[in-house]
């Protein structure tokens, strides 16, 4: 195939790999959001797309995603676009950059950095748009620190800083494991950064 | 109504919403978004966010911002809270206000498959067309495709029957899902490649005529309109 | 591209083993750049069309109705409308342009698929086993609409397990004589003689059952019939009828609107409440049933006799998704029969597998059924069920289930 046409060829497979991101990350969080269960699993997809399409492609399949989500899952995704866009860039630097993905120890310290980042990036759009509050057992924690001296801002950091890195490790290990259980056949299809240096 | 009206519409109320401070116009202006999602048949899905979400959030907005007033000396312990009230209602009405409105706008349109139609009216066109369209058709992809794994499981004696059961099964399941949609996605990359389709879409015009600026569509706006100006008023 | 010229007018068949080359063959002529170009048509090497087996990849996934896949593919400015409209009416899309694709069954996708494939071609449109999926009256239709279109100038070249069923409609040719290329090592066969005893069954009896989706027709309406052990029952019927809602109702995986279903004293049997445990089920597409990460996985929990008797010693080390079709297939309803189920319900069981697979496989049926297991195949092929000593051939239509005797 000519070179133009390998190019194309990505090209059309960027755009049809961003949906499969947006279609995990909504179908994940709509999952555990209907059982109720204390964490998101709502960025999965964009970390996949991360690792197998490069970071642009994981910013629209994180920012699309959290759109959608807002329309068929909770409008309240719609404030929290940027923290998947910190996600996609977290994960590629990291992760495809650095290359941590190659066992399952630096994927758990990756995840809680990962947490971190993403518990700093949310804080300000919970202080403005939810007054702190994110309607989950976080808020208990804020209200310890408000009550206890802290700004507002700061409080929603530092609970988001404690809380999140579990959300974000599980969600990390769930997508390590699930690129590690690709078949060859699948990952050759793929510019595939990660595959290429050894997950 | 009128795919620009419904936009123009969306983000009026949006607007309104993030201007206004008072939770009685907010509560005012939600109730009449729920009656106008009732008459469409998704009064249920406002409602129950109102619950699921906005509740929570409701108090917790009320539990820290009651924590950030210092109590006023020689009152009950929860004046404080009586003080937070009024903003963590309003903040909560707000966040309530902009969702139905959101999800008014857009709910009816991927349910009727008019979406093509309005994102090429507010200038959604070429690749955030196809990335949105495929992200909506996928999404129920993958709904029909998660269904049909666990009954694959269930059919060979390996599944569960009950949620936490259908949990305990998530790793199992992803591995298949994620290799079909990864695989489907480059399959259809290349039908896209070999047909066109991406150009083609561009040139498509559903048979569907859109309904045009009508009386549903001025009256929207009117209202919206008001709505604003309600907001900006009381601001 | 010699190939190409070897090619006749209108349908050609090429005939040929699984490993033998063929879908390299089919895919090298589709990609070959386009002989004509239509005057008005931007000049583009992508004049072919290609269908797989998997033809529910062939939709574009960007629009909601069949109606909206057919317009996007041009269908009202294309001078093969009519052509392309009927090749819809036999399973009855023509009427349903307002359906969801993904709603459809594994068949009437085939159809809309084949139906944009032709639509999109200019000069030659390739068919890598999709046809198998469908009945034999509407496969019959779509050669008959596929041979009128050669003379409009769209050649197809398809690729087909089932051949001998439909020879004489089409023209055929060797893999060899078109130029494919070396044929790949053959793995090994089924061998029935390895497989244990499977445990004994019961008689299941279903009695006046009806069963419709949230909001449909009934698919199933007052259904009644007694299954019996120790047999091999075949059930036809036409693409979309219903017969897999019959078999998720055995397996337990739905439950009746109405009706019962009871064992062979006349007890309720009620297999919604332990799914898959008496009656397991083997679904057509075995990609979704494929769960670990190597072969020797899927078969962890027993099977060392199906693993043999199955041909797929060679194959254990092997992530089951790294397999070609042929052999997913295989490794998947070897898994089913692995779990040892008294009844097993196998959707399909043939799909890509040639006709020496499938008579290994007949000899296999005839094996498990003796020895007291019961075994309901649904499928399209003919032949198949001629292959198959003493099974019992059961039709499904909108009137509930009969039994034909031949």
Redesign the interface.
Known sequence: MAASDRR??TD??V??????G???N??LGAVV?A?R?PIYLDAVGTI?VTA?MGWRAGI?AGV??FL?A???V???Y?YFVGTQAAIAVYVYVVCTRLGVLKSVWRVVVAGVGLGIVAGLVSAPVIVL????????GR??L??LL??SGQQ?LK?VALSGAASEPIDKTLQLM?AW??LR??????LD??PNRIGRSGV | MSPGARGVCTVLLIAGAALSVDPRALAVAWLVLALAAASVGLGGVIVR?AL??IA??????L???G??HAPVPGDQWWSRFAVAAP??MA?SLR?AV???A??LC??PL?DGGRLITFLRTWRCTG?AL???L??????A???LR?RQVLESRLAQGLGAVT?WGA?RQL?FV??PL??Y???A??N???L??RRNL?ERLERYRPSEAEPGFGAVSAAALVLCLGWLGVALWFR | MSGRAQLGQSVTAVEGENFSGRSELLRLLANAPGTSVQPGHQADERQNAWLGIDAHNYLS?LVQTVGAELELHGIDDSDRRASVRSLLEPVGLSSLLARNPLTLSGGEQVVLALATATLATRDLLAIDCALEQLSPTVRSHALGVLTALGHAGVRTVLADNRLREFRSQVAVASAASLGAPEPRLRPPGLAAARLDDPPAAESIRLDDVTFRYRKGPAVLRGVSFTFEPGQVYFLKGPNGIGKSTLGKLLCGLIKPERGAVLDGHGRALRPWRSPGHTVGYHFQNPDLQLFS?SVAQEFASGGTDVVAAFGLQECLGA????LPFVLRKRVAVAAAFARRRPWLILDEPILGQDDRTALELAAMLSRVAVGACGLIVITHSEWFRTLVHQARILRLTADGLTEEHV
């Open positions: 194309t060829q059309y497979l755009l049809a790999v961003i949906p499969v947006i279609a995990l909504v179908g959001i059982l269960l996949l197998l629209a699309m995603s959608l807002a329309v068929l909770s409008p309240t719609v748009v939810f007054g702190g509050a994110s309607g989950s808020d208990l804020t209200a408000v009550s507002v409080a769930l494991s699930l259980s690709l078949p060859q056949r699948v299809r793929f | 966010f699921v979400f929570p959030i409701a108090l917790g907005a539990l820290i911002n924590l950030l903003a963590a903040l966040i902009i969702a139905a959101f999800q857009f709910l991927i690749r196809v990335v949105t495929g992200g909506v058709t996928l999404v992809e993958l709904k998660t949620t949990l790793p992803l591995l994620t290799v949609m990864l695989d996605a480059a259809r990359s290349d896209w490649a991406v | 996934g990460t992530h089951p998704h790294d």
